[in-house]
């Protein structure tokens, strides 16, 4: 078990330099990235960075959401994609795909998952009640638990507060019975 406190997490630039995101934690293979969790702050309107290759899960943690906005421009046909990311609905994406963000009455702080679909499974749900994360606790599974609010102590160890992050693999849960928790869970699967 792992266990990240909000403070030891790091600023960083995002890829295209237009604002920036707190990384939790990321696994790398071979130099190229497996998987990444990190909290961004998105104050006004604009691009994303790409990520080609890679699928994101955003969910919006804090403020009244985003619409993201992508068009595709192919040889016969304009595409337009419009996505609703409704705060705490987790939005699923192409890291590829071009991707505009409009913040819906102002700024708004996402939850994102960056992951490699070649080589990982990855599902990302909300939790209110910690008794959920039992139905989700699977072999040969990283599990990732996030602390949007509250507090969630951890048997026989110390307890997460909001910011925190554990991580687990094929362990029984190691969180004691609480309520009034909300929690992002991350699960992620090598194929």
């Known amino acids: 078990m792992e266990i990240i406190r909000k403070q030891d997490t790091q600023i960083q630039p995002w890829k295209n330099g237009l604002g920036t995101t707190r990384e939790i934690t990321s696994k790398y293979c071979d130099g190229s ?23 994101r899960i955003l969910t ?8 993201l906005v992508s068009t595709d421009t192919g040889s016969d046909t304009n595409t337009r994609t419009d996505l609703n990311a409704a705060p705490f609905c987790p939005t699923r ?31 990302l ?43 687990y693999t094929d ?4 969180f004691a019975p609480i309520s009034q928790t909300n929690c992002i869970c991350v699960r992620l699967i090598a194929r």
């Open 125 to 167: 749900q909300m939790i209110s009640d910690i008794s959920q994360l039992c139905e989700l606790n699977a072999p040969n599974t990283l599990t990732a638990v996030f602390v949007l609010s509250g507090n969630l102590p951890i048997i026989d160890g110390p307890r997460l507060k909001t910011g925190d992050t554990c991580l």
């Open 60 to 67: 919006v943690v804090a403020g009244n959401g985003m619409r």
């Open 33 to 55: 990235l497996l998987w990444r969790l990190s909290l961004a702050t998105v104050e006004t309107d604009g691009p994303f960075s790409k990520f080609p290759g890679y699928t």
């Open 93 to 123: 994406f192409s890291g590829t795909t071009a991707i505009n963000g409009f913040c819906q009455n102002g700024p708004v702080q996402n939850f994102n998952l960056i992951f490699d679909a070649k080589r990982i499974i990855a599902e």
């Open 171 to 174: 362990e029984p849960l190691p």
